[in-house]
């Protein structure tokens, strides 16, 4: 509503927008790595291990939580198949983000098989190699494998 037509002490609604909204929207600005300088800096100084079904790379940051970045090229696919494979990805991030331990930036390149493995499969390949890279808290019922079996 425009303020020429609101009557004299009429207040105007103030309208908040669906992603303000959403307590999820906000607090995976903070989980996910967005801007390309940072993506540069975890692949200038960050170490990567490497796994049939993704590639990972890490490195410390200033931060007092850990964040997440996804690439996936256009040699993945067309479109739908690269957005499935950063929802799956968004999806296993979201999940851990209570585990992880702070102050890592993290860099996903998935590969072409994540799509044909089951989402449980790669949630247990994911922790593995989270566990492994040292970024990922231990939980006192689970012991993660030293080693991928894949």
């Excluded at 009429?10 to 909204?21: A, R």
Aim: net charge positive; glycine share 6%; aromatic share 10%.
């Amino acid at each position: 509503m425009d303020e020429k037509f609101l009557r004299e002490g009429e207040k105007k609604d103030v309208f908040v927008s669906q992603s303000q909204m959403n307590k999820r929207v906000s607090s995976d600005y903070i989980l996910f790595i967005k801007k390309t300088q940072d993506f540069n800096q975890v692949k200038r100084v960050g170490q990567r291990i490497q796994h049939p079904l993704f590639n990972v790379m890490y490195c410390q940051s200033q931060l007092p939580k850990s964040r997440v970045g996804i690439v996936v090229g256009r040699r993945f696919g067309k479109a739908v198949v690269r957005n499935r494979a950063k929802r799956i990805f968004r999806e296993l991030v979201r999940a851990i983000q209570e585990e992880l331990v702070r102050g890592y930036d993290i860099v996903i390149f998935p590969k072409p098989p994540v799509l044909q493995n089951t989402f449980q499969i790669v949630q247990e390949h994911w922790k593995v190699a989270l566990h492994r890279i040292g970024v990922l808290r231990p939980t006192p019922y689970r012991s993660y494998p030293d080693s991928f079996s894949g």
